[in-house]
C-alpha cells in the first residue's frame, strides 16, 4: 500500500493578508528557480520563476525574493484569497529542465 | 487554453504486471517529462525526453521504467513489473522550450496491489 507521508509545514493566513513562504535550496549551480501550488488532486500547477542571476521578480500579486548568500528562496503573496489555499512547493531547475522540487508547504486561508 | 492530459486517472495493478501510463503533451511542446509523487510527499523527477530520446534520468528510473514517443502527440511511461513502491501520483509535464515553465496534467494515481 502507499506510505505515510510526510507532515508538511503549515502557513495559516487570514484572507486579505500577506503571505510569505519560504524555501531553502541545495544546489547553488542551478540555473532558475520556481514556485508551483498544488491543489487537492491536481497537478503542480506553475506561479513564478526566478533565475539565478535575479533577487527579485514580481508577477501579478507574487514576488519571488532570491537569497544566493544563504540559498534561500521566498515567495510572496499579496492580498491571500480563499482561493490561494494550496500546497506551494519550490523547486531548482537546470538547463534541461530537470525539476528538484522542495518538501512544501500547505497554506491554509481563514476567512 | 491548451492543457496537458493523463490517462488513465486511476490505475490498479498486481505487483509484477506491466502497466503503461500515457500522456498527451501540449502540441507546440518540445521537452517532456514524468515525475512521481508518494502520497503526502514532495514531486520527484523521473525523467526528461527531448528530440526522441532521454535526456536525464534520476536513479528512480531504472531499467524497469522506459518511455516512448510513439506518435506525435503521446508521451507514455512504462513500468515493467510493477512493485509496491511504485504506487504514487504520476505526472506528466511539457514545455515548448525546455525551460522553466513546466505544464503538468492531472497525473495518474498508480495503486500496485
Known amino acids: 500500500g502507499e506510505s505515510v507521508g510526510l507532515h508538511l509545514p503549515t502557513l495559516s493566513v487570514q484572507e486579505g493578508d500577506n503571505s510569505i513562504i519560504n524555501c531553502a535550496y541545495s544546489?547553488?549551480?542551478?540555473?532558475?528557480f520556481i514556485w508551483y501550488k498544488q491543489e487537492s488532486g491536481k497537478g503542480p500547477q506553475f506561479i513564478i520563476d526566478i533565475r539565478s542571476n535575479m533577487d527579485k521578480r514580481q508577477g501579478q500579486r507574487v514576488t519571488v525574493l532570491l537569497n544566493k548568500t544563504v540559498k534561500h528562496l521566498s515567495l510572496q503573496i499579496a492580498a491571500t484569497q480563499p482561493g490561494d489555499s494550496a500546497v506551494y512547493f519550490c523547486a531548482e531547475g537546470d538547463s534541461w529542465g530537470k525539476l528538484q522540487f522542495g518538501a512544501g508547504t500547505q497554506v491554509v486561508v481563514t476567512p | 487554453e491548451p492543457e496537458v492530459t493523463q490517462t488513465p486517472s486511476h490505475q490498479v495493478t498486481q505487483m509484477g504486471q506491466e502497466v503503461i501510463l500515457r500522456c498527451v503533451p501540449i502540441?507546440?511542446?518540445?521537452?517532456f517529462y514524468w515525475y512521481r509523487q508518494i502520497l503526502g510527499q514532495k514531486v520527484e523527477f523521473l525523467v526528461s525526453f527531448y528530440n526522441n530520446e532521454i535526456s536525464e534520468k534520476s536513479e528512480i528510473f531504472d531499467d524497469q521504467f522506459s518511455v516512448e514517443r510513439p506518435d506525435g502527440s503521446n508521451f507514455t511511461l512504462k513500468i515493467r513489473s510493477t512493485k509496491l513502491e511504485d504506487s504514487a501520483m504520476y505526472f506528466c509535464?511539457?514545455?515548448?522550450?525546455?525551460?522553466?515553465?513546466?505544464?503538468f496534467g492531472p497525473g495518474t494515481r498508480l495503486t500496485v496491489l
Open positions: 502540441s507546440n511542446h518540445l521537452y
Open positions: 544546489n547553488s549551480a542551478s540555473d532558475y
Open positions: 509535464a511539457s514545455t515548448r522550450t525546455g525551460g522553466n515553465e513546466q505544464f
